[in-house]
């Protein structure tokens, strides 16, 4: 029987049963449920819409439920449709009459908005953490490798020597980043929406600023019609956790790149690998790849609720309920990233020398020896033009920058010095870039001490 079949006469079959319902995925809201319920019993005491002795009653048999469901102690049975039915329903077996006054001026409407709400509340602040564990990571690593550097790439050509400290904090911002937007999302998200009921408030003068204190929220909601159809927060949570992986999966690219053969920059703890079944020489990076692909479900959670809410009228629709898979399946693969990255993160072992080596090419410090031409005097497209001669030059004569004689400099650039000859050093170059926010040695010591500081 269900708790709304008053005005019906004919029972839905097993597959409508089963079709409707919502219990196998939303009783993992069972907590926030029953979270919910108390302070709404007591809210109707506060506000004298029920005896002071049937709130008390609810209260304690509401905390009987949640132990029942804890301790694996409780049935649950597709007929009863979600987890608040089955929750009210065991609430009246066990305290009867008392019990049945629980669903005073609520509907299931503004009840999963709550539901939906204190969950992610506190998910939001679970995930946050993790990443911040995959930062620390990644400072910690920083630290480990303070003085190596390596090519940074662009168009994945090797482009100029920085810090690999420096590439490591570049992650750190973009995780940043991701926190900010999360904690943003999280300020619209907690908005108290009981006593929207289904949709149009209550005729009783139920007491919500008492609710929102009981369950700590900033606010309480302005308008019961919007309470009940908005669904905004889990837009911007998923767009949020959709940043966070493509974040991942960018970062996942390098490592997948700089563990491969060509690069051969890295290399992660054997834990993090698997073997092939056929090629016995294969160390895969399979947890950088899984978590690159991982993105791809998320962003398909996050086009089901915007495709979910697309066109869809005011105010409640049962459609609402299909909101619940995509939201916890991004929760749980965001999740299940943040438990293996940080640890995938510290079991890199750099090999030094392979990125030394990649970053010494002199044609990378090119554009120190055009800015250099700037402190000369000469206008530097002119200068960039006059160093572009020069390793024209130096392909023709099959000569590397460093290699050639200040005569030859001077052939091709009639305004260098001597000390042009001698940029075309990896470390001089980053020795040399001094400014804020650039990879200079000084510089990326100042951001690991900021991040070290924030992090603690
Ligand atoms: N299981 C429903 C959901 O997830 C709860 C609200 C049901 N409301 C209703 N009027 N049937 O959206």
């Not at 506000?47 to 804890?70: H, Y």
């Not at 007929?79 to 019990?99: C, P, Q, R, S, Y």
């Not at 970053?359 to 700037?374: F, G, I, N, Q």
Request: charged residues 30%.
């Amino acid at each position: 029987m269900a708790l709304w079949d008053g005005r019906f006469s004919e029972k839905p079959t097993e597959a409508l049963t089963e079709f409707s319902e919502s219990i196998s995925f939303d009783k993992r809201l069972y907590k926030h449920d029953i979270e919910g319920s108390k302070a709404h019993a007591e809210m109707l005491a506060e506000a004298e819409i029920i005896p002071r002795d049937s709130a008390e009653k609810i209260i304690k048999g509401l905390e009987l439920v949640l132990s029942k469901i804890e301790e694996n102690n409780f049935d649950y049975n597709a007929e009863l449709e979600d987890i608040h039915m089955h929750i009210e329903n065991a609430l009246i077996a066990i305290v009867g009459d008392d019990g049945a006054r629980l669903h005073t001026g609520r509907s299931r409407n503004d009840q999963i908005a709550l539901d939906i709400r204190l969950y992610l509340r506190e998910e939001i602040l679970t995930v946050c953490e993790g990443i911040k564990e995959f930062q620390k990571a990644l400072i910690g690593k920083a630290e480990e490798y303070k003085q190596t550097l390596l090519p940074g790439y662009t168009h994945l050509q090797r482009a100029q020597p920085v810090l690999f400290p420096h590439q490591l904090l570049a992650y750190t911002e973009m995780l940043e980043r991701d926190i900010e937007r999360l904690l943003d999302c999280r300020k619209r998200l907690n908005i108290m929406p009981l006593g929207s009921a289904a949709l149009a408030g209550s005729t009783l003068p139920l007491k919500r600023n008492v609710t929102a204190r009981l369950l700590n929220f900033d606010r309480i909601s302005s308008n019961s019609m919007d309470a009940v159809a908005d669904r905004d927060f889990l837009c911007e949570l998923l767009s949020g956790f959709s940043i966070f992986a493509m974040h991942v999966s960018r970062i996942s690219e390098d490592i997948i790149l700089w563990c491969s053969e060509e690069f051969n920059y890295i290399e992660l703890g054997d834990a993090f690998c698997t073997g092939s079944s056929i090629m016995p020489q294969k160390k895969n990076p399979d947890i950088a790849e899984i978590s690159r692909g991982k993105t791809a479900r998320i962003y398909g959670d996050l086009m089901s609720i915007l495709t979910l809410l697309k066109g869809l009228p005011l105010t409640y629709n049962r459609d609402l309920q299909e909101d619940k898979e995509p939201v916890f399946d991004a929760v749980d693969n965001v999740k299940k990233i943040l438990s293996v990255y940080p640890s995938m993160i510290a079991s890199i072992m750099v090999k030094k020398e392979n990125m030394l080596k990649a970053a010494s090419d002199p044609a990378l410090m090119a554009t120190d020896l055009a800015e250099k031409l700037v402190e000369l005097g000469v206008p530097f497209r002119i200068a960039h033009h006059r160093v572009g001669s020069l390793v024209k030059w130096c392909e023709k004569n099959k000569l590397k920058l460093d290699n050639i004689t200040y005569e030859e400099m001077l052939s091709v650039i009639p305004e260098a010095n001597e000390e042009c000859l001698k940029l075309f050093n990896p470390e001089k170059s980053i020795s040399k870039r001094n400014i804020y926010g650039a990879t200079g040695y000084g510089e990326v010591d100042n951001q690991l001490n900021f991040w070290k500081k924030k992090l603690n």
